[in-house]
């Protein structure tokens, strides 16, 4: 039974990274056309680097909780996949095997003119001159505001193909990612993780919303997930 877990920076709240929108959100203290474009980086390379640097220093600094480690759990007994909009590291710290990161990996850096070369990064900070080995200038391995998002037909692939599907700390309010949710199969049910969990509007599938934070949830739910496969296969 394939369950595909699709999160957001809720499920890294409890780890101490900031999530992205609200009061607390980094999107409070930060412009978006400021540091997450590709117009700021060409404008002001310095300050977008800087900005990746700070937030890679923090991530490095933190460690999965019990969501992202819960998660990695449901490998025992699921065929698990997990789709994120993170660019932390957490749920591979945590131990799942088969990650796609929709909006890239901090851990990581690419070259400017080919988005597929991408290159490891040692500690936390890029230096704002180093280059690719293709001769042209580094930058963050992230996927700003207005590109496009190179692992969506791979999600989309992955979505399509869930029996069950999680949505663990996501507002769903950024696309193309907020719209996976419509390649589900009909009947799939969905439990949606998070404390102000949005509403969705799908009409084939069943949604189950969880309102309390992933790390309380999510030990519950995989026992409920498993009694759930053991009822449809049969077993007791
Ligand atoms: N457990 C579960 N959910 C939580 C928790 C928690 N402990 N704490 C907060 N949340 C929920 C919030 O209620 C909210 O619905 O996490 C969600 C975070 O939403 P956003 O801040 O909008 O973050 P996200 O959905 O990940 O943003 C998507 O926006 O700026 C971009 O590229 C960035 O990938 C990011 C994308």
């Not at 988005?115 to 001769?135: K, L, M, T």
């Not at 391995?141 to 949505?167: C, R, T």
């Not at 309102?211 to 496969?229: F, G, I, Q, V």
């Amino acid at each position: 039974m394939k369950i595909v877990v699709f999160t957001g920076s809720g499920v890294s709240a409890e780890s101490g990274i900031a999530t992205f929108r609200g009061s607390g959100g980094l999107w409070a203290e930060y412009r978006i056309e400021d540091v997450c474009t590709p117009q700021a980086l060409a404008k002001d390379r310095e300050r977008v680097i800087k900005f990746y640097n700070m937030r890679r220093r923090e991530i490095l600094s933190k460690e999965p909780n019990i969501a992202h480690k819960t998660i990695s759990l449901l490998e025992e007994y699921f065929d698990v996949e997990v789709v994120t909009q993170n660019i932390d590291d957490l749920h591979e710290r945590a131990g799942s095997k088969n990650v796609t990161h929709l909006h890239g990996e901090i851990v990581k850096l690419r070259s400017s003119t080919d988005e597929s070369a991408v290159v490891p990064i040692d500690g936390w900070e890029q230096n704002v001159n180093e280059r690719h080995q293709d001769g042209s200038l580094l930058r963050p391995f992230v996927v700003f505001f207005g590109e496009a998002v190179p692992m969506l037909e791979k999600a989309i692939d992955i979505v399509s193909k869930a029996d069950i599907f999680l949505v663990v700390g996501t507002s769903l309010e950024v696309y193309p990612a907020a719209s996976l949710v419509n390649y589900l199969k009909p009947g799939v049910p969905v439990y949606v993780v998070d404390p102000e969990a949005p509403y969705l509007k799908l009409k084939y599938n069943p949604v189950k919303y969880i309102r309390e934070k992933a790390s309380e949830a999510m030990p519950e739910l995989m026992e409920e997930l498993k009694r759930y496969s053991d009822d449809i296969s049969g077993n007791n």
